[in-house]
């Protein structure tokens, strides 16, 4: 494929996914599904560069207006201009080997000409400018996102409050309005490399069944077959592949011996640490990886009861446990159970887990639209639900059970707020320290102390997908 058409299909599907109420790997996987005659090479690249350019969009949006982009090619599309300024930003600040992917995708030859040179021709020939008038702007954007960092050093240090949350919007490609909120409890410097932190693409992880095999032959295996992998830092039973890959085709993956879970979602079961005789609900189990993920820790000893409310969502969850060989787990949502039947659960579990539904925060490297369009309205309305699930559920914990509350978000409105208004509401529930719960598997969480009863994982500071995670106890 010539590189001017690699541009022209990413400007094309950037448009789709941005005007789509549709999560941005459906609509890419749609829209990649009807070009039959794109090759593998071809849609790694064009899912890179629309991915990427979707998550540094502030930065790319800052660039171009500083520049003047719409003046200096004033025929040119603005999705045209946003994919080139975010294959710039993105070849810059080394968020993927732009370089490497696009020659790989077009068949160019870098030997015989710089990337710069590459992309200004290519860019040149899908805008049907002039090489000169491409030239100046390639160069103008460029200087820019040099100028860039400078500016943000100086604001982050010197700057009023108005002005570093312009700057860090743009700076870290969030809304102004979310980096106000998240000033309220980190420093401008952590939310910076926060929010840039969520600018890179999401490594692929796995979860091994230890009940199958121990992690250390999983490695083995997946490194004989030419997959560079490598143990993950957190999980004592995960593993971290270097590049994407095409993980649900390998017979590992068939027979239930890896689940793909991000780390920090397989750090909850080490915080929930059940024991083997434990009956556990999960009550928003969705899919079951955490449901999974608990059963193998119990070595299928226990119970899990995987609910959820919307019941529909429980399907996967019957054919992975049978894959798994789990058959500790019942899925079954409450709300199905006849009210007499259900009162009787009241106190009878172990352990309760919400995995509550929320923004989805944490998971914005993976979901990029979800930090565009996400509202405070919306945030208010998903609070709303998140009380009333964490209320309702905590019944069903007994004296002396576990209740975890977990997201994967980073707002506080979602996570401190809500376990902090519960507990003031619900005295017969005090927090319970985590530490001492990841330390029976081995695990130290970096930025944690010994009393810490939740945690804020973030990908910054433990290099997983955003979450926050909190236990408390039910009084005997």
């Known amino acids: 494929m010539k590189a001017s058409s690699l541009l022209g299909h990413c400007a094309q599907l950037l448009k789709i996914v941005w005007k789509s109420p549709q999560p941005a790997d459906a609509v890419t996987s749609e829209f990649l599904r009807s070009k039959k005659y794109i090759g593998s090479k071809e849609r790694k690249a064009i899912s890179e560069i629309v991915f990427t350019t979707l998550r540094i969009h502030g930065f790319v949006e800052h660039c171009n207006s500083v520049a003047h982009s719409e003046s200096l090619l004033p025929n040119t599309l603005p999705e045209q201009l946003r994919i080139c300024t975010g294959i710039l930003v993105a070849y810059k600040h080394n968020l993927y080997p732009a370089e490497t992917l696009i020659t790989k995708a077009t068949g160019a030859q870098p030997v015989e000409q710089n990337f710069t040179s590459i992309l200004t021709s290519a860019f040149a020939e899908l805008c049907s400018a002039d090489v000169e008038a491409t030239t100046t702007f390639i160069q103008t954007v ?125 750090l909850v079961g080490y915080a929930l640490s059940p024991e083997q005789h434990w009956r556990v609900l999960d ?9 999974l993920h608990v059963a ?44 007499n039947e259900r009162n009787k659960l009241h106190e009878s579990f172990d352990a309760v887990l919400i995995d509550a539904p ?38 069903y914990v007994r004296p002396g059970g576990v209740l975890l509350y977990v997201t994967c978000s980073l707002m506080h409105q979602e996570n401190e707020n809500i376990v902090n208004e519960f507990l003031a509401t619900h005295p017969e529930f005090v927090p319970d320290a985590l530490t001492p719960q990841f330390a029976k598997h081995g695990i130290t969480i970096p930025h944690s102390n010994q009393d810490d009863w939740h945690v804020t994982l973030t990908p910054y500071h433990h290099h997983t997908d955003g979450f926050f995670i909190a236990r408390m106890k039910r009084l005997e």
């Not at 000893?301 to 959820?308: E, I, K, P, T």
């Open 296 to 339: 193998t820790l119990q070595n299928n000893h226990g119970h899990v009861w995987g609910s959820d409310i919307e019941p529909k969502r429980l399907r996967e969850l019957h054919f992975r446990a049978q894959k798994s060989a789990l058959t500790s787990i019942m899925p079954r949502a409450l709300t199905t159970v006849p009210d």
């Open 142 to 266: 460029s200087n820019c996102i040099d100028e860039s960092e400078q500016q943000l050093q100086q604001t982050l240090q010197h700057a009023e409050a108005q002005e570093q949350i312009e700057t860090l919007a743009w700076g870290g490609s969030m809304q102004p309005w979310i980096v106000e909120d998240w000033l309220q409890t980190y420093s401008p410097h952590d939310v910076y490399n926060v929010c840039t932190s969520l600018c890179h693409s999401a490594p692929l992880t796995a979860r091994v069944n230890t009940r199958i095999i121990n992690r250390e032959n999983a490695l083995a295996m997946l490194t004989a077959d030419g997959i560079s992998v490598s143990p993950t830092t957190l999980s004592p039973h995960g593993i971290l592949f270097a590049e994407r890959t095409q993980l649900t085709q390998h017979p590992l993956f068939q027979s239930g011996t890896l689940e793909i879970q991000d780390e920090g979602s397989q």
């Open 283 to 291: 009550a928003c189990a969705g899919a079951g990886g955490k449901s």
């Open 358 to 395: 929320c923004s989805g925060m944490g998971t914005v490297r993976r979901s990029p639209m979800l930090k565009w369009r996400l509202t405070a309205d919306q945030l208010q309305r998903i609070n709303n639900k998140q009380r009333g699930i964490i209320a309702e559920n905590a019944k």
